[in-house]
């Protein structure tokens, strides 16, 4: 089994460093300055429309990297793998993450492979970690946001939180997983607006919701977001009434919460929609004074309510 | 169980990078010139004599990062765990991960968990990923290896095999691992040997029979070993002929492989000697030709036998 995997990932993920097969992957990099992160995903089912566990593993982490303004270089990649997994899935799995890789420009450097017995994992576990260097005409902070910014989400809200309960309970709402590495929309978004962009972060587990209270507790200011400018495709609201979830904590693996200058807020969507991952980009809400750590809502019918952290994600192994 | 473990990681981990809890770690690196390592850790049992998972999946990493020359300095944590693991079992592990950290100079400084039901996951799965800088003046690898390049090894093989399956096994041998960051040998070895180290590497999967074949598969020499010349404890000796194991195979954690010149060889000995991790230190053979690509045993008796590669460690799960 130990030897199939390493045929498999030399196959399809080999590179002058990986080929090495030495036991870490010696890097030349491009400055000292350097962001590193790790995920471990645990997703069920492993595949769901548009995606699998193998492309999720590296948009996940591909994407923090980004969020702090690193432009994203190596991964590792290791695999907990039950005895029988049927080497097909394995294949396209690897597969995936291959194809990933080659769309984010990461490679893949070291790896490794555990097998254990078929009670003991559930499938299939990934883990990636990740290397990138820091973009240096950036800087990224919780302290760099201010009051009257805008917050900015490059498209609809939601999908694959609801893509991941659709495909694992059989409902038939057929809806995608926005899935995807935003290496292609974000490198050039700080290169083009370089300060004037205050603060990345994606809205995965616990959703939109989620992310906009964990800026609220680490800054002074509060946040006030406007309900119905939130990109949310029909569908997914239809299904969410249906399960009875929330929209705005509902997981997303394609989507980045921008805080920006409010006097680049209409070029910075401007330039998010002439990219096919920012296509349903716009301003959702502004960094404001008055509430204290809150993230307040204005609702559609003109009314104020509170949006409340919950207590993690509404559906567990959604990544 | 999220929040909770977010306590326990920044109590017994917390350091200014750490801290800031992003989805990544902004690291100022002190050269361009890194290694990158992976390792998933499996082990079971989780605790086990002189060591436990959290120890392993420091030592393990931070001795893949030493084998190419790195000085270990960044790890990243990344927890599977289910959901009903007791709480006093998870902060024992967190406890035993910080004072790794502390002995081997190395810091957590991004991290991530996922929860699973019971039925998912066998207790705790640990992955590490590190970043190790470069030492200037080394260059190790499977090129700089010579003819007439002498192997040493630290001390006694097999402990780490043995002592897990005697755990796993309920048998009263006692055996401690040799579970060990190896940071304080190897980093001034280096630094006093230079360029007459050839080649480092742990044998841990499949024990020291493993990493011999795995040197000379990839040299043009041939290895011959002595076999009287191996250290080995009594203790592990007579376990290994109970349970029907050869030693040679057996999977260590603290141990590591020296290729170097046959002119410093007496002198990486003694040095090795006067550290803790070294005190059983002995040269157990030497890069030779004559055999192809095959490591060859000189037997207690006077005659000659090959050592071959198993298919994988004879012992599941002992990492």
């Known amino acids: 089994m130990n030897e199939l995997i390493r045929e498999l990932f030399l196959k399809n993920l080999g590179n002058p460093i990986l080929d090495r097969l ?4 010696e890097l ?20 769901f429309p548009k995606a699998d566990i193998g492309k999720l593993a590296v948009a996940g982490t591909v994407n923090d990297l980004l969020m702090l303004g690193g432009i994203p270089k190596y991964l590792s990649l290791s695999l907990i793998i039950q005895e029988n997994f049927p080497i097909a899935w394995l294949e396209r799995i690897i597969k995936s993450i291959a194809k990933a890789c080659g769309k984010a420009l990461v490679r893949v450097v070291t790896g490794d492979t555990k097998v254990v017995d078929r009670n003991s994992c559930d499938g299939i576990f990934i883990n990636t970690s990740g290397i990138g260097i820091k973009l240096p005409a950036t800087e990224l902070g919780f302290r760099r946001i201010k009051e009257g910014d805008a917050i900015i989400i490059n498209g609809n809200i939601a999908s694959h939180g609801v893509s991941i309960i659709s495909a694992r309970e059989n409902l038939k709402f057929n809806i995608a997983s926005d899935c995807e590495s935003l290496e292609s929309l974000i490198i050039p978004l700080l290169k083009e607006f370089k300060r004037d962009i205050h603060f990345l972060r994606d809205p995965t587990r616990g959703g939109l919701a989620t992310t906009l209270n964990e800026i609220v507790q680490a800054i002074k200011y509060s946040i006030i977001i406007d309900e119905k400018s939130i990109p949310v495709s029909k569908e997914v609201i239809y299904a969410c009434e249906l399960l009875g979830f929330d929209p705005l904590y509902m997981a997303n693996e394609g989507k980045v919460v921008i805080v920006a200058d409010e006097t680049v807020s209409k070029d910075v969507i401007k330039y998010l929609r002439r990219n096919k991952l920012g296509k349903n980009a716009g301003q959702i809400g502004k960094i404001a004074k008055g509430f204290g750590k809150k993230v307040i809502a204005k609702t559609p019918i003109g009314s104020l309510r509170i949006i409340d952290m919950h207590e993690g994600d509404p559906v567990p192994r959604i990544c």
Do not use: G, H, I, Y
């Not at 030495?22 to 992957?25: L, S």
């Not at 990099?29 to 089912?45: G, H």
């Open 22 to 25: 030495t036991d870490a992957a």
């Open 28 to 47: 030349e990099l491009d400055s000292r300055n350097a962001v590193f992160t790790t995920d471990s995903f645990v997703v069920k089912p492993l595949f």
